[in-house]
Antibody, heavy 118, light 112 residues
Framework: EVQLVESGGNLVLPGGSLRLSCAASGFTFSSYEMNWVRQAPGKGLEWVSYISNSGGAIYYADSVKGRFTISRDNAKNSLYLQMNSLRAEDTAVYYC???????????WGQGTLVTVSS | DIVVTQSPDSLAVSLGERATINCKSSQSVLYSSNKKNYLAWYQQKPGQPPRLLIHWASTRESGVPDRFSGSGSGTDFTLTISSLQAEDVAVYYCQQYYRLYSFGQGTKLEIK
């Protein structure tokens, strides 16, 4: 069974940093592209970042470019999101999502809440 | 950037009736080489992550009831629930994955 479990969400001050993790199991992690998607409280879904299966290709939404860094460790079956210079508008539930064979987001984790507030 | 716009923002339908949600992309998401529309539909219930319903605009995922169907091509797409059930109450999102990724704003579906 495919499982994605996010962790690392917390309350952080504006300007602070946080590192999210996503532990994958039930599939060959190194074969799949991965994404982070976020959802602000009561709002819609916003794609945040993409990483290829090898880590050789990475993309970011303009809203996080230069502040967030996506990475992965295929040996540990883990996906990461390093978030720096956090702003109030980064407050959201952050989901990791697997990209299926046809590029659709076929599996999602339960999400981890990041709150940026003083 | 491709902007994806859904209509309506909310919808109330009686049990057993048809529900229709529209999705429009600011540019075509039809890839000419494989004739595939890079458009997916997701269902999200309160407190849960999104669930993939349909990809390639009309390919239903395994386990998704056949009352859910997707149609359209190019820039205009539709998600149809042929006979609304109580468990279909949710927010529905379309997503383009033709050029990076972007989601529509969501459509909240309720029972009338």
């Amino acid at each position: 069974e495919v499982q994605l479990v996010e962790s690392g969400g917390n309350l952080v001050l504006p300007g602070g940093s946080l590192r999210l993790s996503c532990a994958a199991s039930g599939f060959t992690f190194s074969s799949y592209e991965m994404n982070w998607v976020r959802q602000a409280p009561g709002k819609g879904l916003e794609w945040v970042s993409y990483i290829s299966n090898s880590g050789g290709a990475i993309y970011y939404a303009d809203s996080v470019k230069g502040r967030f860094t996506i990475s992965r460790d295929n040996a540990k079956n883990s996906l990461y999101l390093q978030m720096n210079s956090l702003r109030a508008e980064d407050t959201a539930v952050y989901y990791c999502a697997r990209e299926g064979d046809d590029d659709q987001f076929d599996y999602w984790g339960q999400g981890t809440l990041v709150t940026v507030s003083s | 950037d491709i902007v994806v716009t859904q209509s309506p923002d909310s919808l109330a339908v009686s049990l057993g009736e048809r529900a229709t949600i529209n999705c429009k992309s600011s540019q075509s998401v039809l890839y000419s080489s494989n004739k595939k529309n890079y458009l997916a539909w997701y269902q999200q219930k309160p407190g849960q992550p999104p669930r993939l319903l349909i990809h390639w605009a009309s390919t239903r995922e395994s386990g998704v009831p056949d009352r859910f169907s997707g149609s359209g091509s190019g820039t205009d797409f539709t998600l149809t629930i042929s006979s609304l059930q109580a468990e279909d109450v949710a927010v529905y999102y379309c997503q383009q994955y033709y050029r990076l990724y972007s989601f529509g704003q969501g459509t909240k579906l309720e029972i009338k």
